[in-house]
């Protein structure tokens, strides 16, 4: 079907800059809005920022002015460039997808990556 593997997390201090990285494969007819969620230990997980093939883009308020989120269709990347962190921003980050498999073109379903962890220090 459809694998979302994601790279690029790790530990950094307030006021620093991360890129995570998300890739697709598998058997891909169409990925519609791709993008990254974020979820701390007790709360729910939130959208981050999302992007439709055609690059327009969706940011949280939290984030907004901060983040940049990019595709490449060709290459079926996201990423998402994370500047300014802030200890907030400390989370599991999770690169979504809205994707059509070959062995079903015509209906759109929900693909999830493991997860990639994003810590900020005070």
């Known amino acids: 079907q459809v694998q979302l593997v994601e790279s690029g997390g790790g530990l950094v201090q307030a006021g620093g800059s991360l890129r995570l990285s998300c890739a697709a494969s598998?058997?891909?007819?169409?990925?519609?809005?791709i993008g990254w969620y974020r979820q701390d230990p007790g709360k729910q997980r939130e959208l981050v920022a999302s992007?439709?093939?055609?690059?327009?883009?969706n940011y949280a308020d939290a984030v907004k002015g901060r983040f940049t989120i990019s595709r490449d269709n060709a290459k079926r990347t996201v990423s998402l460039q994370m500047n300014s962190l802030k200890p907030e921003d400390t989370a599991v980050y999770y690169c979504?997808?809205?994707?059509?498999?070959?062995?079903?073109?015509?209906?759109?379903?929900?693909?999830w990556g493991q997860g990639t962890q994003v810590t900020v220090s005070s």
């Open positions: 979504h997808a809205k994707a059509s498999p070959l062995s079903s073109r015509w209906y759109e379903y929900d693909y």
């Open positions: 598998g058997s891909i007819f169409r990925i519609g809005v």
């Open positions: 992007i439709i093939s055609g690059g327009s883009t």
